[in-house]
């Protein structure tokens, strides 16, 4: 279920080899004097009756690498690579960018700061 800011994820029926999970992953603008506009990042919820979070930020002229990020995620959290929550409905991954895109303020052709690549673990 995706709304704006927010996406929630539950491990959907003939997913062999993937644990129970339900996650929530929460985003929003922030503005750090000294890296500049973020995209904060927070997962929440449980994988395998575990309770799990995360929390990290991406740099606005990264954060359309969100997949790749929450993808990882994902994995430390206890998910194997291959059920990353944010893939499973490309309408919702398409809303999310949308979203994210409408958030930051970004345009098709805006220079991105490959330092932050590296900073954003992407």
Do not use: W
Not at 91 to 97: K, L, N, V
């Amino acid at each position: 279920m995706f709304e704006p800011g927010h996406l929630n994820r539950k491990k959907q029926p003939g997913m062999p080899g993937v644990p129970d999970y339900d996650i929530d992953v929460y985003y929003e603008v922030r503005h750090d004097p000294k890296e500049g506009v973020l995209l904060h990042f927070r997962l929440s919820g449980q994988v395998a009756g575990q309770s799990v979070a995360e929390e990290f930020d991406m740099h606005r002229d990264t954060a359309f690498n969100f997949a790749s990020r929450l993808a990882k995620a994902a994995v430390k959290l206890g998910l194997p690579p291959n059920a990353s929550p944010i893939m499973r409905s490309h309408g919702e991954y398409d809303a999310m960018f949308a979203d994210i895109r409408k958030k930051l303020n970004v345009n098709p052709g805006d220079p991105v700061d490959f330092d932050h690549l590296d900073k954003d673990g992407c």
